[in-house]
């Protein structure tokens, strides 16, 4: 499995962006998608996670109602839509991928494969 992530930038507190994750070497509709991001000097923390149908999904504390997660199976790709920016939010953002359900990734943390991150900054 492949994962490519992209959509990061640089945007002002409150601003807006579209992440992306793109993909390949497995079916996608087989596998739990998630986000997470890691802030400098910070451990890694959970985002978000979608099931494989995207009947389901999770959200961490701190991002619900600002970010939403989706999942386009027939493109294999995997959204986070993050609105209403704050300076927190400033990390790299990774996706990563689980076979299966959406349990080990939204309660764990655990994911199989992981991609390589995209930067987001949030100015105040």
């Known amino acids: 499995v492949q994962l490519q992530a992209c959509g990061g930038g640089l945007v002002q507190a409150g601003g807006s962006l579209r992440l992306s994750c793109a993909f390949s070497g497995r079916r996608f509709s087989d596998y739990a998608m998630g986000w997470f991001r890691q802030a400098p000097g910070k451990e890694r923390e959970f985002v978000s996670a979608?099931?494989?149908?995207?009947?389901?999904?999770y959200y961490a504390d701190s991002v619900k109602g600002r970010f939403t997660i989706s999942r386009d199976n027939a493109k294999n790709t995997m959204s986070l839509q993050v609105d209403s920016l704050k300076p927190e939010d400033t990390a790299i953002y990774y996706c990563a991928a689980h076979l299966g359900g959406i349990g080990p990734i939204a309660t764990s943390g655990n994911a199989a494969y992981w991609g390589r991150g995209t930067q987001v900054t949030v100015s105040s």
């Open positions: 979608i099931s494989w149908g995207g009947g389901s999904t």
